[in-house]
C-alpha cells in the first residue's frame, strides 16, 4: 500500500507526540505545598521556612528592582499578538546575544530573514518555543499569585475582572506564616505593588508602539497557578534554543533567559520556586527536542546554519569576530544592592553571567532534601551539549554535565529518581567548560566560565 505524498509530509516528529510530562517531573514542590485538589488556590503550607523566604525573596525583588528592569520585566511579559505587531520573549532575551547580534536578530527576525529560526523559537507557536505546556501543572499544584491578598475581606481593586475579587482569587492559606512578618502587612497581605501598564515607544524588539500590560486584572492570570511559571517555560524554551543554535553566546544567553524568569518576580505574578520549576520546564523541553534524531537533523541544525549564515551576511564577518567587536550583555537591576543572603546579580561579562545564573538555580534556598546525593544526569540532558562540544561522546557530555551539576537537596531537586534531577543542570557552566579528554576517553571539567574547548591529550600526545 502506497502511502500519499502529504501524509508523509505531514507525519510528526518522534518528539512530537513524546513531550515531557512536567507534572512529575516538578513533584518536589509537593514537599512545601499541597493544594486542596479543587483547583481553588487553596491548601497546605508543608514547609513554612522554604514558603516565607519564597515569599521574602519576593517582595523583596519586586520592591527593590530600578525602573528600568521593572521596563524590561513587562517587556518580558508581552506575548506576539493576533496582529504580529508586538514581540515575545523569543525577542526579547536577544538581548543575550550582545549589542550588536541582538539587534541583527531581531531585525532579521521581524523582516523574515530568519524563518526557520522564528518557526523553532516562536513562544506562541515554536515547535521549542512552545513545545511544552504548564496548564496541567498549574491546575495540579494551584498555588496562589503573590499579588493575591491573604486577606479575603480585602478590598477589590477597582478594574480587576470579577473573578480576581478577594473573595474568590486569595492566598489565605498562607495567611497564618505572613502576619507579623516584614514583607506583609497586618494582614498578612504581601507587600507587592503593581507595575502599571505602559506603552513601549523604544521599538526595541518591534518596529511598532506596542501596548505592556501585566495582567494583574485578567481572570486568568489571578485565578491561574503561580507554580510553575509559564513565562519562565518559553523564557527558558526560547534561552536553551538560542544557546544551543549559538553555544559561542550560550552563558550569557542562559543568563538572559534566567533574568527573564526573574522579570516574572519583579512583577510581583510569581516567587523564586516557580522560576526554578519553569528552568525544569525548558531544560527538558530543549533535551526532548535536541534527543530526537530527526528533529535534530531537519529543524534545529538547519536553524543554527541559518543564523550563522545571516550574521556572516549582517556583519561581513565570522560569529567570533562579531562577538570581539560588540559590547556583551550586561545587566544591573538592583542598582549594585544585594539580595538577601544572596549577590546584586550583576552581569558584566561571562564569568558573572554564569556566576549570576548559578544563583537563580536555586536563589539562596536551603538545602531541605537529600544532601549529597551523587551526580544525578537525567536521559538525554546531554544532547544539550551537541553544539558546544560537538566531538565528545554521549558519555563524555554526560560527564561534562554530572561535573558542572549543583549539589543535591535544594527545591525541585528528584536526584536518585529514574527521571534525574533536571534543578541540579548547570547549563551556563557545562556550555562555558574547558574541558580534559584523556587518552582513555574520560573527560575532567578543568574550569568553567570562559570558552567552551577540548583539549584532548590523546591528539597532543600523538602530535
Not at 158 to 176: F, H, L
Not at 308 to 313: D, T
Request: hydrophobic residues 40%.
Amino acid at each position: 500500500m502506497s502511502v500519499p505524498i502529504a501524509a508523509v509530509a505531514a507525519a510528526p516528529y518522534p518528539s512530537d507526540t513524546t513531550r515531557p510530562d512536567i507534572v512529575p517531573l516538578l513533584s518536589g514542590y509537593s514537599s512545601y505545598w499541597t493544594p486542596s485538589g479543587l483547583n481553588d488556590l487553596h491548601g497546605t503550607v508543608d514547609d513554612a521556612a522554604t514558603v516565607q523566604r519564597d515569599d521574602a525573596l519576593t517582595v523583596w525583588i519586586n520592591q527593590h528592582a530600578t525602573s528600568a528592569e521593572k521596563f524590561l520585566a513587562i517587556q518580558d511579559s508581552e506575548y506576539q499578538n493576533a496582529t504580529s505587531t508586538a514581540y515575545d520573549q523569543s525577542l526579547t532575551v536577544s538581548t543575550g546575544l550582545g549589542s550588536q547580534l541582538s539587534s541583527l536578530y531581531v531585525k532579521g527576525r521581524n523582516s523574515g530573514a530568519l524563518p526557520l529560526t522564528s518557526a523553532l523559537i516562536n513562544s506562541s507557536t515554536g515547535s521549542t518555543g512552545a513545545y511544552v505546556s504548564t496548564g496541567a501543572a498549574k491546575a495540579a499544584y494551584s498555588h496562589p499569585r503573590p499579588y493575591l491578598p491573604s486577606d479575603p475581606a480585602a478590598s477589590p481593586v477597582a478594574g480587576d475582572a470579577a473573578g480576581c475579587v478577594p473573595a474568590i482569587a486569595n492566598a489565605s492559606s498562607q495567611q497564618a506564616i505572613r502576619v507579623g512578618t516584614s514583607w506583609a502587612d497586618a494582614q498578612g497581605n504581601l507587600l507587592i505593588t503593581r507595575v502599571a501598564p505602559v506603552v513601549d515607544t523604544t521599538h526595541q524588539f518591534s518596529p511598532n508602539d506596542v501596548s505592556l500590560d501585566a495582567g494583574y486584572a485578567s481572570a486568568g492570570i489571578c485565578l491561574g497557578g503561580s507554580f510553575p511559571s509559564g513565562h519562565t517555560t518559553t523564557a527558558y524554551e526560547a534561552g536553551i534554543t538560542l544557546a544551543t543554535l549559538l553555544p559561542e553566546l550560550a552563558p550569557e544567553i542562559l543568563a538572559r533567559a534566567s533574568e527573564a524568569g526573574n522579570s516574572r518576580i519583579v512583577l510581583g505574578v510569581h516567587y523564586p520556586l516557580d522560576i526554578m520549576g519553569g528552568r525544569i520546564d525548558g531544560e527538558a523541553a530543549l533535551a526532548a527536542r535536541w534527543s530526537d534524531a530527526q528533529f535534530r537533523d531537519e529543524v534545529l541544525q538547519p536553524a543554527r546554519a541559518e543564523l550563522l549564515a545571516y550574521f556572516q551576511k549582517t556583519t561581513g564577518h565570522d560569529l567570533d569576530w562579531a562577538i570581539a567587536h560588540q559590547k556583551p550583555y550586561t545587566s544591573n537591576p538592583y542598582e549594585g544592592q544585594k539580595m538577601p543572603g544572596g549577590s546584586a546579580q550583576i552581569v558584566s561579562g561571562r564569568q558573572s553571567a554564569v556566576a549570576v545564573y548559578s544563583e537563580r538555580m536555586t536563589y539562596g534556598f536551603a538545602q531541605t532534601g537529600n544532601k549529597g546525593a551523587p551526580a544525578s544526569v537525567p536521559d538525554g540532558a546531554s544532547n544539550l551539549l551537541l553544539t558546544t562540544f560537538p566531538r565528545l561522546t554521549e558519555a563524555q557530555r554526560t560527564s561534562v554535565l554530572a561535573q558542572t551539576e549543583i549539589a543535591s537537596g535544594y527545591p525541585l531537586d528528584r536526584s536518585g529518581t529514574s527521571a534525574g534531577s533536571w534543578e541540579r543542570l548547570n547549563l551556563a557552566k557545562a556550555m562555558s567548560a574547558t574541558v580534559l579528554v584523556t587518552p582513555a576517553g574520560s573527560a575532567y571539567v578543568l574550569l568553567t566560565g570562559g570558552k567552551a574547548r577540548v583539549i584532548d591529550l590523546g591528539s597532543l600526545f600523538h602530535h
